[in-house]
């Protein structure tokens, strides 16, 4: 399980874990890589399902331009995901797909944007081919402005890692 104190780091942004990430037990879904302080394997901070679903995240219920009517996603904050890893950078950090199709994401996106990177959709994990096993959601629930074609791209589905720079 992953330890950090949450409430430092909603007081602070983005200053990084208190202690050490665990090892991953299930398969690694995600790797953190560049700006961080926090490492548990060779490539950086490795995440399976379980440790990004021990985060704090969050549910919502929203239409998006890649799902039929309104649909349900949850997963872990993405300012959750860069404490844990304790990341440090100053730049966008790269969101990149299995593919390797990459976006610029602003740091800025992930300290006052509830963006989370959703693990599951309508309470079931993402297969790979229904856009899985991550998709980056901005919080098109919360904030009606957010639904153009600049966040939509940024909307990186089927992610497979995150650089820090």
């Known amino acids: 399980m992953i330890r950090f104190l949450i409430a430092?780091?909603?007081?602070?942004g983005l200053t990084g874990p208190v202690?050490?990430?665990?090892?991953?037990?299930?398969?690694?879904?995600?790797?953190?890589?560049?700006?961080?302080?926090?490492?548990?394997?060779?490539?950086?901070?490795?995440?399976?399902?379980a440790m990004l679903d021990a985060l704090p995240g969050r549910t919502a219920r929203m239409k998006t331009p890649w799902t039929e009517g309104e649909t349900t996603f949850s997963g872990p904050l993405c300012r959750a995901i860069l404490a844990a890893a304790g990341a440090n950078g100053t730049a966008p950090i790269v969101v990149r797909a299995l593919n390797d199709y990459a976006a610029d994401v602003p740091l800025e996106d992930c300290k006052s944007l509830d963006m989370i990177l959703a693990t599951k959709i309508n309470g079931e994990p993402i297969p790979v081919r229904a856009k899985g096993p991550l998709f980056v959601i901005y919080p098109f629930d919360k904030d009606a402005s957010l639904y153009n074609e600049k966040y939509f791209a940024r909307s990186v589905w089927q992610v497979k890692s995150i650089e820090v720079r």
Not at 8 to 12: D, H, K, S
């Open 19 to 49: 202690s050490a990430l665990d090892k991953p037990k299930g398969k690694v879904v995600l790797t953190v890589t560049g700006k961080i302080t926090e490492t548990n394997g060779s490539a950086g901070a490795e995440f399976d399902l």
């Open 8 to 12: 430092g780091f909603l007081a602070v």
